[in-house]
């Protein structure tokens, strides 16, 4: 058993948890700050998993933290990327009206998009669609340039790098178990026995981040339903079909975006992903057995019920449509006429982190709580890759009020 004393563990070894981390060994060089990862390395997870799409925060309430840190965190990532040599490509998307009764959705997006300070936006109609995307069927689209593409992986890796090069530790490995607060200390054990001791604690566990609030002695707001996004790539042959990033017109009443189209930044095209929920928070797609523990407590979970009776038709379609590669390219030719299932080889999986309030409404906005000497972040998917770095500030400054 190997035990350490720390000013603040960071629980959560992925973008948001490293780039918190960082800030705050930036603003505050005295403090001494750890790290906790419960996997073998970095950005395991949502972090990792995802499509690398750099969002513009053209959908999200203006006003809302889901704006404001999108917008000014897509910035600071590209700064970021430029100055530590990582790939990124601001290639611009199109968000697509299939039916005159998504114009008005349209419109509304493009009013959020100015209201959130884009630059750029215009709205296209089918002719000018075709110079952008010749392969696209809309009956009006939005143009979206401040989109792009980055491998969020390699950011990870660069925070983490930077973050230790300045005196600090990751330590892998380490899934906490228990928390206690004895005084003003909390002592931080994981499963295989090591301990950290902390007088700060940021809580950024993604996926287990209502749990970790509870081992803290917090009653979280939310629970935590792992939602799985399942994605197909299309084949080397058929990839001309798409030359950046097409998005259909989003439900507005879910936070997911719906089956698009994203060319990666190693060029390969993606399709997806779908919303199916997981029975487990590492229940990946061919990877992992269910957990039939985490299934349990969503049962307990009075939340997921009440979602699952207002929602219930479009949750059966996703899973039918997850095991059906036909149904899943029926899914994508509504965007591009052309997509034919033989187009579409399997790719991988992710989990998304998604909130859901005791009432079944599901979380649309970032979620965080503190007191004294901890802070919680238990909302935090899409676009929260993007817009870690300036979730990371904003954290980091919080804390310093409180260290004060």
Known sequence: MTSNETDVAVIGGGLVGLATAHAIAAKAPHLRLTVLEAEGSV???????????????????????????????????????NEHGI??????????????????????????????????????????????????????????????????SDVARRLSGLFTAMGHDVRTEFRVSAIKRNGSQYQISALTGNECGATYLVNCAGLQSDRV?????????????????EYYVMRDDRDYLVRHLVYPVPDPRFPFLGVHFTRRIDGAVE?????????GRHHYRDEAKPDWGDVRQMLRTPGLWRLGRRYWRTGATEMIRSRSKRLYASAARKLIPEVQATD?????????????????????????????????????????????????????DRLLEKSK
Not at 213 to 229: C, H, M, S, Y
């Open 43 to 81: 950005g395991r997870h949502q972090s990792g998993r995802n499509s690398g799409v750099l969002h513009s925060g053209v959908y999200y309430q203006p006003g809302s933290l889901k704006a404001r840190l999108c917008r000014t965190g897509a910035d600071r990532m590209v700064d970021f990327c």
């Open 87 to 152: 790939s990124i490509e601001q290639t611009g998307k199109v968000i697509v009206a299939t039916a005159t009764s998504q114009i008005a959705a349209i419109e509304e997006i493009e009013r959020r998009g100015n209201a959130n300070g884009l630059t750029g936006l215009r709205t296209v109609d089918p002719d000018e669609l075709a110079e952008l995307e010749p392969h696209v069927i809309s009956v009006a689209a939005l143009s979206v340039p401040q989109a792009g593409v980055v491998d969020f």
């Open 213 to 229: 609030a509870a081992l803290a002695g917090e009653e979280p707001p939310v629970t935590i339903i792992p939602f799985r996004g």
């Open 271 to 279: 399709v997806g992903p779908n919303a199916v929920l997981a029975l």
């Open 344 to 396: 579409l080889v399997r790719g991988g999986s992710g989990i998304r982190a998604q909130a859901v309030a005791r009432n079944g409404k599901l979380a649309d906005d970032f979620v965080i709580i503190e007191n004294e000497s901890a802070i919680h972040v238990l909302n935090a998917p899409s676009p929260a890759a993007t817009a870690c770095l300036a979730i990371g500030d904003r954290i980091a």
